[in-house]
């Protein structure tokens, strides 16, 4: 592709990406890191415009899975360093930050599956993509998508009722008239 071919193919993909893309990353960091991760993402898809198929947003949210995973990386690595000025110099203390994101029991069912299940849900339900779509995010096939989604579900159904049993809720069928 031409240089003038790239810029247009970019200019066309970019507007149909960049709020969904902008979402995706607010619900799985806070504000700042999802705008670096934004730029990150953006910029690897420049990089490779030549790459990008027809429906690119599943391309692109594995790219922004991958810029956000180096994100949280560099941001643990600060926070070793953090930790290591803090022995020698220690802040004072502060309030942590508060729970942010969706109803409270779904953040703590999502909290208690394994990351790799918690991910794969909220690419279904946050996001809105099918099993393909989840592959192409994930690098896996679709067949195994559809598995892990499964299982997912079913573990999550499990957390959430849990959760309710623990709140007083009566484990039961709706309409159970014995």
């Known amino acids: 592709m031409q240089q003038d071919e790239r810029r247009t193919r970019f200019e066309q993909v970019v507007p149909t990406i960049v709020n969904a893309l902008r979402r995706y990353l607010a619900r799985r960091t806070d504000a700042a890191t ?3 991760a934004l730029a990150d993402t953006l910029l690897v898809c420049w990089r490779r415009v030549d790459d990008l198929p027809a429906d ?7 790219v922004a899975r991958r810029c956000l995973a180096n994100a949280e990386r560099s941001r643990r690595r ?7 000025i803090a022995t020698l110099d220690p802040p004072p203390a502060s309030a942590p930050p508060p729970e ?3 109803d409270p029991d779904v953040a703590r069912a999502l909290a208690a599956l394994r990351p790799a299940d918690a991910e794969l849900l909220r690419l279904w339900a946050w996001e ?3 099993a393909t ?3 192409v995010v994930l690098g896996i096939s679709s067949n195994a998508a559809s598995i892990r989604l499964h299982r997912a579900r079913a573990a999550f159904k499990v957390e959430i009722g849990k959760l309710r049993h623990a709140a007083g809720h009566q484990p039961g069928r709706e309409g159970d008239r014995r």
């Open 100 to 102: 942010e994101g969706p």
């Open 34 to 36: 999802a705008e670096d």
């Open 56 to 62: 690119p947003l599943p391309f692109v949210y594995g």
């Open 78 to 84: 600060q926070r070793r360093l953090a930790t290591q």
């Open 133 to 135: 779509e989840i592959a």
């Open 128 to 130: 809105d993509l099918r």
